[in-house]
């Protein structure tokens, strides 16, 4: 999650996207690395780390005042670059020590390199069974030339 925009009208929707078809941010190369959790003593997310976050937070960077713009009041948190990889819902009494097992097993996690080459505006829409999650739109980011594939 680069910025989580919260409820927001559609007209403000519509102008987040416009800012963020507007953005130009090279592609970069990914990679995981290492697992953490959110959440304290009773973790609720556990997700994997990036082994150079500084792609990210650079696109990051650009994108909030770019929001800003388009009228987005966002809440002002410390940007941690991550990827969720699962959330928990109340885990049973053994769990936080059965996950402890698990991250300690996986503490040197590395995954491949990939490239990262868009990003996407989500809803989540929010059910009894769960967050259903619905790509709005994807926006993508330019190639080692400076060109995105939309010619811009």
């Known amino acids: 999650t680069l910025a ?13 996207h416009d800012a963020m078809s ?10 995981l690395a290492g697992l953490g959790t959110f959440g304290g ?15 990210v937070g650079a696109l990051h960077a650009r994108l909030l005042p770019a929001l800003h713009g388009a009228g987005i009041v966002l809440d002002r948190r410390r940007f941690r670059p991550h990827v969720t990889l699962a959330r928990f819902g109340r885990l049973p009494d053994d769990g936080p020590e059965r996950l402890a097992q698990v991250m300690a097993r996986w503490h040197g996690f590395l995954a491949p390199p990939f490239e990262v080459a868009d990003y996407a505006l989500w809803r989540s829409i929010l059910t009894r069974r769960g967050a259903i999650h619905q790509e709005l739109a994807r926006y993508p980011l330019a190639d080692g030339r400076g060109t995105r594939p939309d010619g811009r």
Not at 4 to 16: H, K, M, N, R
Not at 41 to 55: E, I, S
């Open 4 to 16: 989580f925009l919260g409820e927001q009208p559609d007209d403000l929707v519509e102008a987040a």
């Open 22 to 31: 507007a953005l130009w941010f090279p592609a970069f190369t990914l990679q």
């Open 41 to 55: 003593r009773r973790p609720d997310t556990l997700w994997a780390g990036l082994r150079d976050p500084t792609p």
